[in-house]
């Protein structure tokens, strides 16, 4: 049995495995539970079922920027780039300035400067987060 049919099951109080109604004490009853299977169930059908490939890092970059984001978004930081993200925010560039020099959002330089212990919490809720 697939995914998709075994929630839908599940939503419609049914257990997938036998067939029989689930008791209606059972959490497979809560309304709330029962949107989710059923949103689910319908992710898992408009899933296509081929393999995805890979984009190569290259291909991530131009991704980000046909929708808009900074090129590296969602790209985790490495040494090398925290090295030289402490250097510039100690040579005083503002956050503003280090996420056009990282190809990066604000947020994320503000973010990356907090767990490096170069902003503290308050200043990081500046940077809207």
């Known amino acids: 049995m ?3 049919v075994m929630l839908k099951a599940l ?3 049914i257990n997938p495995d036998t067939g029989e109604l689930l008791p209606r004490t059972s959490i497979a009853h809560a309304p709330d539970l029962i949107r989710q299977l059923f949103t689910l169930a319908e992710e898992f059908i408009q899933r296509p079922t081929e393999k995805k490939t890979r984009l190569t890092p290259e291909e991530r970059q131009q991704k980000n920027l046909a929708q808009g ?12 780039e925290k090295q030289r993200l402490e250097a510039d925010y100690r040579a005083g560039k503002t956050p ?5 020099e990282f190809c990066r959002s604000v947020r994320a330089v503000a973010i990356q400067l907090e767990k490096m212990g170069l902003i503290t919490a308050e200043q990081l809720l ?4």
């Open 69 to 80: 984001k900074p090129a590296k978004s969602f790209f985790p930081w490495s040494e090398d």
């Open 11 to 13: 939503a419609n109080g």
């Open 126 to 129: 500046s940077y809207g987060l």
């Open 96 to 100: 503003e300035m280090l996420s056009h």
């Open 2 to 4: 697939n995914t998709s």
